[in-house]
């Protein structure tokens, strides 16, 4: 591993990304149907704890339905905390409904960075950075055969990953609640009334970049258990030497997706709006419905299409820095 001839450019590499992403899209739609399926699953049991709740405690159906999922399933479990058999049976539900939908996105996730792989391995050195249809052709590692054959030669190691990623998301939301506990606890003190609005805004905001950090770190790592094939534990040595020898590279790569997923997020909020003012005119309002279909889909193929082209971006820069 020398690491010597430093990194690719930052264009050259986001222009390889974007191309061994695109060569093999059918990686991206099936991200994108996995990761909705998941999300309806995890729906089922909210659902059905709203009836329990509407049937138990006599709650409005259609005041719990109105909130998005996350803030549904808050308001089961508040409403079902004075019956715990309810209550437990509800947590039970969604609990194994999101441990095995994540399995299957874990599982997922191993397939197309097989596939990913085997597609920038098909590029040559010279033609990396070209748009020619020939570098296109190279770059098409797509089958079915072998995306099975990644997720069963990274599948366990990805598993293992995503555990710790989990493991990860409830260590900082426990500090997280602990961080807001101990703002509301010293707001109530005299003369420092205060406290609970800063302290809430920098527990939030270091909750943030902890998130960003920890999702960074993760796609590193299945770059590297994906590109040098090793065990997990050799994937974290790994990182480190990589990021100390080519922090700038990938920094530059995070600092121009995560402006691009900002710019979406805004475009795709600037198009919701639009289409919640064409909602309110006669006539023209009857095609909103398949307006919002339309955008859903292209909003879910856009971001899950970036988040493999920084993939893919990230792990060009890798493969350079290891195998160069």
């Known amino acids: 591993m020398r690491g010597s001839l430093g990194g690719l450019p930052l264009r050259a590499a986001l222009k390889r990304g974007a191309l061994i992403t695109a060569a093999n899209w059918p990686v991206v739609l099936i991200q994108f149907a996995i990761g909705s399926v998941y ?13 329990v709740v509407a049937v138990l405690a006599g709650a409005d159906v259609r005041t719990l339905l109105g909130e998005d999922l996350r803030a549904a399933a808050g308001l089961v479990a508040a409403a079902l905390i004075d019956r715990p058999e309810a209550l437990s ?15 299957v996105l874990f ?30 052709h190279a770059a098409q590692g797509f089958g079915i055969v072998e995306f099975f054959d990644g997720m069963r030669r990274f599948g ?6 995503g ?40 527990v939030i905001s270091m909750a943030l970049v902890g998130v960003v950090g920890v999702n960074l770190v ?21 990182l480190h030497l990589f990021m100390v020898h080519d922090a700038r590279q990938v920094a530059g790569v995070f600092g121009v997706m995560l402006a691009l997923v900002l710019l979406a997020s805004a475009a795709s909020l600037l198009a919701t709006a639009g289409l919640a003012l064409i909602a309110w005119v006669p006539f023209v309002g009857l095609a909103v419905v398949p307006l919002q279909v339309a955008a859903w889909l292209v909003r879910g193929v856009v971001f899950h299409y970036m988040e493999l082209g920084a993939w893919s971006a990230y792990q060009s820069q890798y493969r350079r820095y290891a195998h160069d």
């Open 107 to 136: 599982l997922v996730q191993a397939g197309t960075a097989g596939i990913l792989v085997r597609g920038a391995a098909q590029v040559s050195r010279r033609s990396e950075s070209s748009l020619r249809p020939s570098v296109w």
């Open 218 to 238: 993760y796609a590193l790592v299945q770059v590297i258990l994906a590109t040098d094939d090793c065990r997990l534990s050799q994937a974290l040595r790994k």
């Open 156 to 161: 366990r190691r990805f598993l293992l990953l």
């Open 39 to 51: 999300r309806l699953a995890v729906g089922v049991p909210v659902v059905g704890g709203v009836f």
């Open 163 to 202: 555990g710790w990623l989990c493991v990860s998301y409830l260590v900082l939301a426990a500090l997280t609640v602990v961080g807001l506990w101990a703002s509301l606890s010293l707001s109530q003190r005299e003369g420092w009334e205060a406290a609970w609005t800063l302290g809430a805004l920098l």
């Open 89 to 103: 049976t509800f947590l039970v539900a969604v609990g194994l409904v999101a441990v095995a939908g994540a399995s």
